[in-house]
């Protein structure tokens, strides 16, 4: 079937790569598994042979027609649909997440299956290398940012292999990796949308000071034990709960 390019799709096809996909998601047969972007149903069909039900969310019409009269609808359920503008808390507590994001959503997809974090066990994506480096990355580091930060506060994430372009039709310019995400036990201590805020304003200026990307007061650094000189990539996801924690309960921005 021919791709098609406002969906960012490159459909995976490589056996040897599916069957290590498979064999880490290691899915028994009363998981509640949905997969994200099932594109042909090449990692569909072998999740099916060890799955009671599947769930797939895809959004290009005629891909979800051809699954739906493909597979066995005991089996197989399709919501056609964004899954941007899916609901995940509709599904059952402990979903198992896993999909070939597309390359042109899955900045914004992470972050909105962020906000989830607690009804999920695990969660296991091909993504652009580059956006895994992103997820995974240390404070101080060049790769480390607002995506980081934000996954990390929820997630313990782990970079499982790299998958080259070859394995995929039509092969991206870029290589890709697979990667394994676990909801921490704690959820984060503060309001969301204060840590969203927080963070996004401290990244959109990250060459500048804490002291001039952060609204927040010397006495504010002062308490939180933090110097106003560091810059946004040098402090850590615990770092930034702490701000939004003082923030939260002092109105501090």
Do not use: W
């Not at 493909?70 to 896993?98: H, M, Q, T, W, Y």
């Not at 580059?130 to 990390?152: F, I, N």
């Amino acid at each position: 079937m021919k791709t098609r390019k406002r969906f960012g799709q490159h459909f995976l096809h490589d056996p040897g790569i599916l069957r290590r996909i498979v064999e880490a998601i290691d899915p028994a047969s009363g998981d509640a598994v949905v997969e994200i972007g099932p594109g042909e149903g090449a990692l569909t069909r072998p999740l099916l042979e060890r799955l009671n039900l599947l769930t797939a969310i895809e959004i290009d019409r005629d891909l979800a027609a051809r699954l739906t009269g493909e597979l066995p609808p005991g089996k197989f359920s399709l919501i056609c649909a964004d899954a941007l503008a899916v609901d995940f808390s509709s599904f059952p507590a402990g979903v198992r997440i896993v999909g070939n994001l597309p390359y042109n959503i899955s900045t914004p997809l992470l972050f909105h299956l962020a906000r989830y974090s607690e009804r999920v066990r695990d969660m296991h994506f091909l993504l652009q290398r580059e956006v895994v480096e992103r997820m995974v990355a240390r404070p101080s580091t060049p790769d480390y940012g607002r995506l980081s930060v934000m996954l990390q506060v929820r997630f313990a994430m782990r970079k499982l292999f790299v998958v080259a372009p070859g394995a995929f039709r039509p092969p991206p310019k870029v290589e890709s990796a697979f990667v394994r995400l676990m909801p921490l036990a704690q959820k984060p201590a503060c309001d969301d949308t204060v840590l969203e805020r927080i963070v996004r304003e401290a990244f959109s200026a990250r060459r500048k000071t804490l002291r001039n990307a952060l609204g927040i007061s010397p006495r504010d650094f002062a308490e939180l034990a933090l110097d106003p000189k560091l810059r946004p990539e040098n402090l850590s996801p615990g770092d930034y709960l702490r701000i939004a924690r003082r923030v939260e309960f002092q109105g501090s921005i």
